[in-house]
């Protein structure tokens, strides 16, 4: 399962709500894409978290637009006059994140886009339990409504134990409390039968292929691993022992499908672009 690469050849404009600064970039595939910077504040990680998790969402048969890998030359976007803007692609030449542009997209409303399938709603508060995904709150859904569907994205501050990676074995059966503030809690159906779905899904082999997906250039060393091959192995591990042992994310989730939301929305629909 490797990633397209594809060449940015034009910066057509930035996405100002995006707190990375993403932007819309034309490729040398023909296609559009919205690309996450390795130069952002967030730095590389995010973007390694963007790959494993679009990948795997990928093998959940959740709707993601189609992720790549975006290489950007030297001097790209160079006629960009905002400075900061330059500061990000001068620290962005080589491997970026894109994801297939979805022209005229809405943000996902939970008061409006009710029609949300109740498995497929389940099967994404399964799988952000899964991979610890901080922001598909009301406030923040991180879903795009486009053509009829509804298309998952911003997966970057999943996963969050690998910034130090302090415990991080034990850490992989931590539940996860926030799935409380979840966009869809209210629109899904039983998680447990997401996690009858979904669960088999997950092999060893379709971990690694997510993981491998990832530019060696992003894999920055980190004290606790001796090699790039090492640290690889403990996203592999981390996933795996997190589909096994007791895992009380899944009944932390549970537990919070049947309590309900806490809080209504507030509404926030907006045109993309
Ligand atoms: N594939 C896409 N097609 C169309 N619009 C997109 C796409 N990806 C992102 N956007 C738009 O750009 C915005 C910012 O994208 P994204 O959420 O990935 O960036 P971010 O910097 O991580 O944002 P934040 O941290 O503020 O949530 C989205 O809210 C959406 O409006
Ligand atoms: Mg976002």
Do not use: C
Request: proline share 7%.
């Amino acid at each position: 399962m490797t990633l397209p690469v594809v060449e940015g050849v034009r910066y057509v404009a930035p996405l100002r709500e995006g707190g990375s600064l993403p932007a819309i970039v034309d490729a040398s595939d023909g296609h559009t894409y919205v690309v996450k910077f390795r130069g952002a504040g967030q730095g590389a990680r995010a973007l390694v978290a963007e790959v494993i998790v679009a990948e795997l969402a990928k093998v959940a048969g959740l709707p993601v637009p189609a992720p790549a890998i975006v290489h950007l030359a030297d001097g790209f976007g160079k006629g960009e006059p905002d400075p900061e803007i330059q500061d990000i692609l001068r620290g962005s030449i080589g491997s970026n994140f894109g994801l297939r542009y979805l022209p005229g997209a809405f943000g996902f409303d939970p008061a409006v886009d009710t029609d949300i399938d109740p498995g497929l709603a389940a099967d994404v508060l399964w799988f952000d339990s899964f991979v610890v995904n901080v922001d598909r709150t009301p406030r923040n859904p991180n879903i795009l409504t486009w053509r009829g569907g509804h298309w998952l994205i911003d997966h970057g501050a999943s996963l969050y134990f690998h910034h130090g990676w302090r415990n991080w074995r034990a850490r992989s059966q931590d539940p996860f409390a926030l799935i409380s503030d979840h966009v869809l809690l209210r629109l899904a159906s039983d998680p447990r039968d997401a996690d009858r779905r979904l669960r088999p899904r997950f092999t060893r082999a379709v971990l690694e292929a997510a993981v491998a997906a990832v530019p060696e250039s992003w894999l920055t060393p980190v004290d606790a691993f001796d090699s790039e091959e090492e640290q690889r192995e403990a996203y592999v591990t981390w996933l795996l022992e997190r589909l096994q042992g007791d895992r009380a994310w899944v009944a932390t989730a549970t537990a919070a499908w049947q309590a309900g939301p806490s809080r209504y929305a507030r509404r926030e629909t907006h045109r993309v672009v």
